[in-house]
């Protein structure tokens, strides 16, 4: 039976398409940018093909360079607003610039999940879960684990994944997270669970397919963090 011991203190989600650059892309991300510009607080270009656009009060930006489009969002996991604009951004670029050759397509979740116990019952939980199944491991270094991570790369229902679950500390969790907002203060005990999960594909992309393979792209991770949650938490 399911049992909800974790509380979400972190998450980002990330859409990425990265294509073929054409002539064009070179100079048109400004154009690119402002069909979306009054939707964000800021926005910086290091380079005149490197665009920035991005809202700190919602802890989200939306990147547009000469050949990647990158979604991030901080504040909540709006899947739809990332599809929304990675959508229209590659839309325009395709049926105005010429891109044709799409290159990589990622959603990408990444949470640290507060738990209502210690941190070694945490640890004993996740390699209970993953490895104790396996008298074999045990035996050779770990009758008491003192830390356990779980990181599996895979493929199921046409996507490459990659997935990383294990228990960290506070400074762990936050450094592990990485936030592009280091400056916002989290209250984050010593006992929580990190899970990453990135869900892509590198071939057989065409400007007709990328946005149908992000749909399904953002429907698959949230089948995969659901499912690994779901698992750990049924006791």
Same mark, same amino acid.
């Given at each position: 039976m399911a049992k909800t011991f974790l509380t979400e203190k972190l998450h980002r989600i990330v859409g990425q398409v990265k294509f073929?650059?054409? @002539?064009?892309?070179?100079?048109s991300t400004a154009s690119l940018a402002a069909g979306v510009e009054d939707k964000f607080e800021e926005w910086a270009a290091q380079k005149h093909e490197d665009i920035a656009l991005y809202s700190p009060s919602e802890k989200k930006i939306l990147q547009i360079t000469f050949d990647t489009i990158?979604? =991030?969002n901080?504040?909540?996991?709006?899947?739809?607003? =990332?599809?929304?604009? @990675?959508? #229209? @951004?590659?839309?325009?670029?395709?049926?105005e610039l010429g891109v044709n050759q799409i290159r990589r397509l990622e959603v990408r979740h990444t949470q640290?999940?507060?738990?209502?116990?210690?941190?070694?019952?945490?640890?004993?939980?996740i390699y209970k879960k993953f490895y104790a199944q396996n008298e074999d491991v045990k035996n050779i270094s770990a009758d008491t684990p003192r830390d356990s991570v779980?990181?599996?790369?895979?493929? #199921? %229902?046409?996507?490459? %994944?990659?997935v990383q679950i294990g228990p960290v500390k506070k400074d762990q969790g936050i450094k592990?997270?990485?936030?592009?907002?280091?400056? %916002?203060?989290?209250?984050?005990?010593d006992s929580n669970l990190f899970i990453d999960v990135s869900i892509f594909i590198e071939g057989g992309l065409t400007a007709? %397919?990328?946005?149908?393979?992000?749909? #399904?792209? @953002?429907?698959?991770n949230l089948r995969v963090t659901k499912d690994y949650l779901g698992y750990i938490q049924t006791l």
């Open positions: 073929r650059p054409t @002539i064009k892309t070179f100079d990158t979604y =991030l901080e504040g909540k996991n709006d899947t739809k607003e =990332l599809y929304d604009y @990675i959508s #229209k @951004i590659f839309t325009k670029s395709t049926k640290v999940l507060e738990a209502s116990f210690e941190f070694n019952e945490l640890v004993e939980l779980f990181v599996l790369d895979g493929s #199921k %229902n046409g996507f490459l %994944n990659h592990a997270f990485n936030s592009s907002y280091p400056d %916002n203060k989290t209250d984050i005990k007709e %397919n990328t946005l149908e393979k992000l749909d #399904k792209a @953002i429907k698959e």
